[in-house]
């Protein structure tokens, strides 16, 4: 650690131990921890004390965030009631720097009672909690990233580590896809950018006034500032519900631009719209219609019109998009 920069040193101590774990881990001991929770019946729990502790919630967090149903449990209080949260099928995770902590020893026997599997984390490989384990992951380090040896830096960090590869282990073996991770995270930029369809944005069909082809330039006006959304879609003349084409602020100006003013009286729909705009179906991913309107080279577009199956069944707007926090 130079004392240009105090962090970079302890972060590459840090991230050396990491490296030695890997290093030092068998693949036989791997798969056989990955298999305990890939066949997990029922839940994970995961425990720990002190810094231990901490990282047990994160690493629970972290499987429930994937599709892991996990809990933290705290080994003082499952001495006293919580230790009913353990039921048969589950897999107890046990992390421990010293492999010896007096809190988790102190549970072991009740825990076995039910039939549950054991997944040691430890830093000793060989100690008393490693006896009682199904299987031990080696967690070690040679010397903490601090200068006093006992503050838990290193430690910590290869332990959070070999939770993250756990999760990413099951989630290869069980093939959670992208859209499986979003559902779990429907408040988040990623869940709502793979989950949210246009149907969730989309202007429904009935709070639109779609005009006739052959409305006059007054109507086209009235209907444009009645609805507000920048847009009016005109019907097809062989069906009210099928789609003839659509009628932008901008189509607008365009077309008295290239008009002269005397012949605005006699302008009708068909006359200023855009005729087989491009549209979207319902069920199109929001993100897909967002990336649609952003990279249309043919002019910007703002709205959408929504069609299923020939049918008129909304209208999508980019504010709506941007509001949905997509862009």
Same mark, same amino acid.
């Given at each position: 650690?130079?004392?240009?920069?105090? !962090?970079?040193?302890?972060?590459? $101590? =840090? #991230? /050396?131990? &990491?490296?030695?774990?890997?290093?030092?881990?068998? @693949?036989?001991?791997?798969?056989?921890?990955?298999?305990?929770?890939?066949?997990?019946?029922?839940?994970?729990?995961?425990?720990?004390?002190?810094?231990?502790?901490?990282?047990?919630?994160?690493?629970?967090?972290?499987?429930?965030?994937?599709?892991?149903?996990?809990?933290?449990?705290?080994?003082?209080?499952?001495?006293?009631?919580?230790?009913?949260?353990?039921?048969?099928?589950?897999?107890?995770?046990?992390?421990?720097?010293?492999?010896?902590?007096?809190?988790?020893?102190?549970?072991?026997?009740?825990?076995?009672?039910?039939?549950?599997?054991?997944?040691?984390?430890?830093?000793?490989?060989?100690?008393?909690?490693?006896?009682?384990?199904?299987?031990? !992951?080696?967690?070690?380090?040679? $010397? =903490? #990233? /601090?200068? &006093?040896?006992?503050?838990?830096?290193?430690?910590? @960090?290869?332990?959070?580590?070999?939770?993250?590869?756990?999760?990413?282990?099951?989630?290869?073996?069980?093939?959670?896809?992208?859209?499986?991770?979003?559902?779990?995270?429907?408040?988040?930029?990623?869940?709502?950018?793979?989950?949210?369809?246009?149907?969730?944005?989309?202007?429904?069909?009935?709070?639109?006034?779609?005009?006739?082809?052959?409305?006059?330039?007054?109507?086209?006006?009235?209907?444009?500032?009645?609805?507000?959304?920048?847009?009016?879609?005109?019907?097809?003349?062989?069906?009210?519900?099928?789609?003839?084409?659509?009628?932008?602020?901008?189509?607008?100006?365009?077309?008295?631009?290239?008009?002269?003013?005397?012949?605005?009286?006699? !302008?009708?729909?068909?006359?200023?719209?855009? #005729? /087989?705009? &491009?549209?979207?179906?319902?069920?199109?991913?929001?993100?897909?219609?967002?990336?649609?309107?952003?990279?249309?080279?043919?002019?910007?577009?703002?709205?959408?019109?929504?069609?299923?199956?020939?049918?008129?069944?909304?209208?999508?707007?980019?504010?709506?998009?941007?509001?949905?926090?997509?862009?």
């Amino acid at each position: 650690m130079t004392s240009r920069n105090p !962090l970079a040193g302890v972060m590459l $101590k =840090e #991230a /050396a131990a &990491i490296s030695v774990a890997a290093e030092r881990l068998d @693949a036989k001991t791997a798969s056989k921890a990955v298999d305990l929770l890939v066949s997990c019946g029922g839940k994970v729990i995961i425990t720990g004390v002190g810094k231990s502790g901490l990282v047990a919630q994160k690493i629970a967090a972290s499987f429930t965030s994937v599709g892991l149903l996990s809990v933290y449990l705290n080994p003082l209080d499952a001495l006293h009631g919580d230790i009913g949260v353990v039921r048969d099928g589950d897999v107890v995770v046990i992390i421990s720097n010293s492999g010896n902590t007096s809190e988790l020893l102190a549970i072991v026997p009740y825990v076995k009672k039910r039939n549950v599997k054991l997944l040691g984390i430890l830093g000793q490989a060989k100690s008393s909690l490693a006896e009682h384990c199904d299987a031990v !992951l080696d967690a070690s380090v040679e $010397k =903490e #990233a /601090a200068p &006093i040896d006992q503050v838990p830096t290193s430690s910590t @960090a290869v332990a959070m580590a070999i939770g993250d590869a756990l999760a990413v282990a099951w989630m290869t073996a069980k093939g959670v896809s992208a859209t499986d991770f979003a559902m779990n995270h429907p408040g988040g930029t990623i869940g709502r950018r793979l989950t949210l369809t246009v149907a969730d944005l989309m202007i429904s069909r009935e709070k639109l006034q779609m005009i006739s082809p052959d409305a006059r330039l007054p109507e086209v006006l009235d209907v444009l500032t009645a609805q507000a959304i920048g847009a009016v879609l005109v019907a097809n003349p062989s069906s009210p519900t099928a789609l003839g084409g659509i009628i932008t602020d901008g189509d607008l100006r365009r077309a008295l631009k290239r008009s002269s003013a005397d012949t605005w009286g006699s !302008l009708v729909a068909r006359d200023l719209m855009t #005729a /087989a705009p &491009i549209t979207v179906t319902s069920s199109t991913a929001a993100v897909e219609a967002l990336t649609l309107m952003e990279r249309n080279a043919r002019k910007a577009i703002t709205v959408l019109p929504v069609v299923d199956a020939g049918v008129v069944v909304g209208m999508l707007r980019m504010h709506d998009l941007v509001q949905a926090g997509l862009s």
